[in-house]
């Protein structure tokens, strides 16, 4: 079983930047690949980026490529999402995810509360 709690939503102006965290409970954390997905109210969840185990292959979703950095620490058993350049369209509530990686929420077997992240244009 994995635990997982996001932090450092909130509420940045368009072109701000904030880094999310997400921690997870310690035991287990290496293993999994990590993901963050986001939903936006009326909208479907959609993947943003994944990290592998070790944290040596990163993958993107086109909307964020560019602008979005994920990475993982497996001593503090957190991964983070940084957010650069952001945009209204950015606003959403953003999850964390751990299981097989890829763009698919079916690989991933535990997830985060969310956090919610709001972009004032």
């Known amino acids: 079983q994995v635990q997982l709690v996001e932090s450092g939503g909130g509420l940045v102006q368009a072109g701000g930047s904030l880094r999310l965290s997400c921690a997870a409970s310690?035991?287990?954390?290496?293993?999994?690949?990590m993901g963050w997905f986001r939903q936006a109210p009326g909208k479907e969840r959609e993947f943003v980026a994944t990290i592998s185990r070790t944290g040596g292959t990163t993958y993107y979703a086109d909307s964020v490529k560019g602008r979005f950095t994920i990475s993982r620490n497996n001593v503090k058993n957190t991964v983070y999402l940084q957010m650069n350049s952001l945009r209204a369209e950015d606003t959403a509530v953003y999850y964390c995810?751990?299981?097989?990686?890829?763009?698919?929420?079916?690989?991933?077997?535990?997830w985060g509360q969310g956090t919610q992240v709001t972009v004032s244009s």
């Open positions: 995810a751990a299981g097989s990686s890829g763009w698919y929420e079916g690989r991933y077997d535990y």
């Open positions: 310690p035991r287990t954390f290496s293993v999994y690949a």
